[in-house]
């Protein structure tokens, strides 16, 4: 049975509602003459920051892949595919900011990151547990989920903050 994992929504959320933040007040504040290539560049900017926040996991009874858009790879994201016969192990590395990363080791050598921002992450985590037999009940989210939810939070409040400026 293939299972699909997508981008959690508010990790999605929260950098497309920071881009707007960032940028929607440009096309009001550019002079005439830029008008029509800021508006193009802001709307070219938000389907960049959707698509390549649209990358997704697939699991089924064989595999796992991780799919990224052709924007994706454009910028250097690669989409990849182990078999679930091939893992031999999960390494964890911290970050600077003190959470975890973990990859997957192949018995080729190689190692892929293990996405740790999708939707259902323990649904997620018990695939990769029951088809390579490794405990991963240490894994979590990289990054708390409230981060996110609070960068949604204030990036919104500051679009109706600019809004509000702008109509008055």
Same mark, same amino acid.
């Given at each position: 049975? @293939?299972? %699909? =994992?997508? !981008?959690?929504? =508010?990790?999605?959320?929260?950098?497309?509602?920071?881009? +707007?933040? +960032?940028?929607?007040? @440009?096309?009001?504040?550019? @002079?005439?003459?830029?008008?029509?290539?800021?508006?193009?560049?802001?709307?070219?900017?938000?389907?960049?920051?959707?698509?390549?926040?649209?990358?997704?996991?697939?699991?089924?009874?064989? %595999?796992?892949?991780?799919?990224?858009?052709?924007?994706?790879?454009?910028?250097?994201?690669?989409? &990849?595919?182990?078999? &679930?016969?091939?893992?031999?192990?999960?390494?964890?590395?911290? !970050?600077?900011?003190?959470?975890?990363?973990?990859?997957?080791?192949?018995?080729?050598?190689?190692?892929?990151?293990?996405?740790?921002?999708?939707?259902? =992450?323990?649904?997620?985590? +018990?695939?990769?547990?029951?088809?390579?037999?490794?405990?991963?009940?240490?894994?979590?989210? @990289?990054?708390?989920? &409230?981060?996110? %939810?609070?960068? !949604?939070?204030?990036?919104?409040?500051?679009?109706?903050?600019?809004?509000?400026? =702008? +109509?008055?």
């Amino acid at each position: 049975m @293939i299972e %699909k =994992f997508k !981008t959690l929504f =508010f990790v999605k959320s929260s950098l497309i509602s920071l881009y +707007l933040a +960032l940028t929607i007040p @440009i096309p009001f504040i550019s @002079i005439e003459k830029l008008k029509v290539i800021s508006i193009t560049s802001f709307v070219f900017g938000l389907y960049l920051i959707i698509n390549i926040t649209s990358d997704y996991v697939e699991t089924c009874n064989n %595999k796992i892949s991780y799919k990224t858009s052709f924007i994706s790879k454009s910028l250097g994201r690669k989409n &990849w595919e182990i078999f &679930w016969k091939d893992i031999k192990s999960i390494e964890s590395l911290p !970050t600077s900011q003190g959470s975890k990363v973990f990859y997957f080791n192949t018995k080729k050598g190689e190692n892929f990151l293990i996405p740790q921002r999708v939707e259902n =992450f323990d649904k997620f985590l +018990l695939i990769v547990s029951k088809n390579t037999g490794i405990v991963t009940n240490k894994m979590s989210y @990289i990054s708390p989920l &409230w981060t996110y %939810k609070l960068l !949604t939070f204030l990036s919104g409040l500051m679009i109706i903050g600019e809004l509000f400026a =702008f +109509l008055h």
